[in-house]
């Protein structure tokens, strides 16, 4: 885990680590293909004549950050979100409908990604009565819009009928995450089926217990000790 008080070096050191790691599984996959995406990718590539290492190694690394952890976490996080307010949890297990509208207010809730929103200014600028100068690094923080009060009421209370989806827990306009859909496909089928196959689900830990990615640039948990009841 890249933490927020890493330094530059270990950042560097755990960089190169993962991209060797990614270089290594696609120099397997081209000389030894199986039935996975990367397999898929080179035996099209080759096809066409495009292939190129550098490019699928760059690929790999963007699913597993961007594609892989921050939807991990939202799962667990949802779980802790969903397991603690048990009340928000019945409306979704007696509508299911309604569980795409939670999705939407637990990414607005927990708005993981908050610190990768870096900018620098190209003209000077003034919002909110500041003065921002061009050529200035900005760091928008995607949490306190999304507890906005003047956008959304009582932000600070989990609603999963709130139905607003205007949250900017994937960023806005041309830098919205890609695969913002896809991750909203994901949580709604695992809160779905989790909570259709084992009701009895519950926190075996407080909340305020348990271990959270406060040091983590993905915001997270650690762990997330449940247990439920058999047969029930």
């Known amino acids: 885990v890249v933490r927020r008080t890493s330094s530059t070096q270990d950042r560097q050191r755990a960089f190169a680590e993962l991209r060797a790691y990614m270089d290594d ?14 397999s898929r990718q080179i035996a099209r590539q080759r096809e066409e004549g495009t292939l190129d290492h550098a ?4 690929m790999a690394f963007l699913l597993l950050s961007a594609g892989h952890e921050t939807t991990a976490n939202m799962i667990s996080l949802g779980v802790i979100g969903l397991l603690s307010h048990p009340e928000q949890l019945a409306l979704i297990k007696a509508d299911p409908g309604k569980t795409l509208m939670a ?6 809730y927990f708005s993981i990604a908050d610190v990768v929103t870096s900018r620098v200014a190209i003209e000077d600028v ?4 500041v003065s921002i100068k061009a050529g200035e690094g900005v ?3 995607g949490l306190s819009a999304n507890f906005d009060p003047s956008v959304f009421t009582n932000p600070a209370d989990l609603d999963v009928e709130r139905g607003a989806r205007h949250h900017l827990a994937f960023g806005f306009g041309p830098h919205q995450c890609l695969g913002q859909n896809l991750a909203r496909m994901e949580l709604q089928i695992v809160f779905d089926t989790l909570f259709r196959r084992i009701p009895t689900l519950r926190l075996a830990a407080p909340v305020e217990d ?11 948990a650690y762990e997330l000790p449940v247990t439920w009841q058999e047969g029930a």
């Not at 599984?25 to 990367?38: A, C, Q, V």
């Not at 490019?55 to 760059?58: A, F, K, M, T």
């Not at 003034?126 to 009565?129: M, P």
């Open 139 to 141: 760091i928008v923080s």
């Open 25 to 38: 599984l696609i120099t397997r996959k081209e000389s030894e293909p199986g039935d996975d995406l990367f």
């Open 210 to 220: 348990l271990p959270f990615k406060t040091d983590a640039v993905i915001y997270g």
């Open 55 to 58: 490019d699928l190694v760059s």
């Open 126 to 129: 003034q919002i909110g009565g």
């Open 103 to 108: 999705v939407e207010e637990l990414l607005r």
